[in-house]
Every structure is written in structure tokens, then in C-alpha cells.
T-cell receptor, first 112, second 107 residues
Framework: GAGVSQTPSNKVTEKGKYVELRCDPI?????LYWYRQSLGQGPEFLIY????????DSGLPNDRFFAVRPEGSVSTLKIQRTERGDSAVYLC??????????FGSGTRLTVV | RKEVEQDPGPFNVPEGATVAFNCTYS??????FFWYRQDCRKEPKLLMS???SGNEDGRFTAQLNRASQYISLLIRDSKLSDSATYLC????????FGTGTRLQVFP
């Protein structure tokens, strides 16, 4: 596609529920990144994929968070047993190489 | 200490003013550097890469000082439309962002 696509754009869920957030990167971009951004803060790194494998998952806050990219294109960020503190904008970005990353418009997650 | 630090601002400047932002980073092995612009409730968008020799794009000038581990962004002749949050980003093995600096340009 022309840009990075994220769905849904907004998600409201109840505490304790499971959610999946989807990212469709720019076609041909092998690198894909997930970030989380809270109000007044910069994007916080979560996980980075190079192809199908997670090259760096050091930013995932705990084992409730998991991400996959089975075919090296679309990625899904999965959050189990959501907590109110998980509420944030989840941003996905992709990159073809050494240049800057292109971000999607994000998924605003609200846990109530 | 945070890996990338910025003054959160806000910087309130009149139209036509020149304003500069600095950003410091802790990882001396960092390889590439960027400035992003983020409008309210929007995603970050790449403004410019930062090179060792310094680079300019219209009213915007970015510089890198590896010895002191900081990057800077200079905006000349500020416009109302420059009002936004400016994020610096530093890439070692992954891209790390600062908290952003808010700029408000007033008439």
C-alpha cells in the first residue's frame, strides 16, 4: 500500500480482555516496529521485526504483550489480560533500510 | 538517565522568530539521527535526517555534534503552521525517541 495502515483506529476494551492490533507496512519494507505513546511522551519502543523474526523485543513491558509477523508483512500486536495502564496510542512503523521510519496513524487503545 | 533527552517546552515564539531545539543522547555508538514533527493526535512524520556535516532544508537546519552527543534543530522565520511537537530520534540498534519539544508560534 501507499502507507502504513493500522487497524482499528480506536479500540475500547474492558479490563482483563484480550486485544489484537494490526499493522500493514509499506509494501517491500522488511523492517517493522511497534511503539507505544502515552500523552505528553515520545514513542516508546516495544518490538522490532526484520522479516518474520523478532530482532529485538526488549521493549515489551511484560509477558502479556506479544507480537507476530508470520509472513514478513502484516504484523499483529497481542495484549492479554489488558490493564488500564495499557491505555495508549500504539504506533507501527516500517522502514526499508537506513532511512527514517514511516509511521501509521496508530491505534488508540482505551482500557476501561 | 534517559537514552534521548529533550526539553519538553513549550517554546512560545512570535511569527518570524528563530527558534532552536537541542537533544542529547547517551549511546555513543548511535549511527543515525532524525527529527520528526508530530501534530496533535497525529502520528510522527519525518522532518529531516541529521548528518555530521549538518544539513538544511528551507527554513530548517539540523546539526549533529558527535563529540558532545547532541543534535539540534533550528527553525528560521517561524510560521504559525510550525506549531507542533518536535521529536528527536536516535538510532543505535533501534530508533529511540525523546519526549518531544512543543513549539507554539503566535501571531
Amino acid at each position: 500500500g501507499a502507507g502504513v495502515s493500522q487497524t482499528p483506529s480506536n479500540k475500547v476494551t474492558e479490563k482483563g480482555k484480550y486485544v489484537e492490533l494490526r499493522c500493514d507496512p509499506i509494501s517491500g519494507h522488511t523492517a517493522l516496529y511497534w511503539y507505544r505513546q502515552s500523552l505528553g511522551q515520545g514513542p516508546e519502543f516495544l518490538i522490532y521485526f526484520q522479516g518474520t523474526g523478532a530482532a529485538d523485543d526488549s521493549g515489551l513491558p511484560n509477558d502479556r504483550f506479544f507480537a507476530v509477523r508470520p509472513e514478513g508483512s502484516v504484523s499483529t500486536l497481542k495484549i492479554q489480560r489488558t490493564e488500564r495502564g495499557d491505555s495508549a496510542v500504539y504506533l507501527c512503523a516500517s522502514s526499508a533500510g537506513e532511512g527514517g521510519y514511516t509511521f501509521g496513524s496508530g491505534t488508540r487503545l482505551t482500557v476501561v | 538517565r534517559k537514552e534521548v533527552e529533550q526539553d519538553p517546552g513549550p517554546f512560545n515564539v512570535p511569527e518570524g522568530a528563530t527558534v532552536a531545539f537541542n537533544c542529547t543522547y547517551s549511546n555513543s555508538a548511535s549511527q543515525s539521527f532524525f527529527w520528526y514533527r508530530q501534530d496533535c493526535r497525529k502520528e510522527p512524520k519525518l522532518l529531516m535526517s541529521v548528518y555530521s556535516s549538518g544539513n538544511e532544508d528551507g527554513r530548517f537546519t539540523a546539526q549533529l555534534n558527535r563529540a558532545s552527543q547532541y543534535i539540534s534543530l533550528l527553525i528560521r522565520d517561524s510560521k504559525l503552521s510550525d506549531s507542533a511537537t518536535y521529536l528527536c530520534a536516535v538510532n543505535g540498534d533501534k530508533l529511540i525517541f525523546g519526549t518531544g519539544t512543543r513549539l507554539q508560534v503566535f501571531p
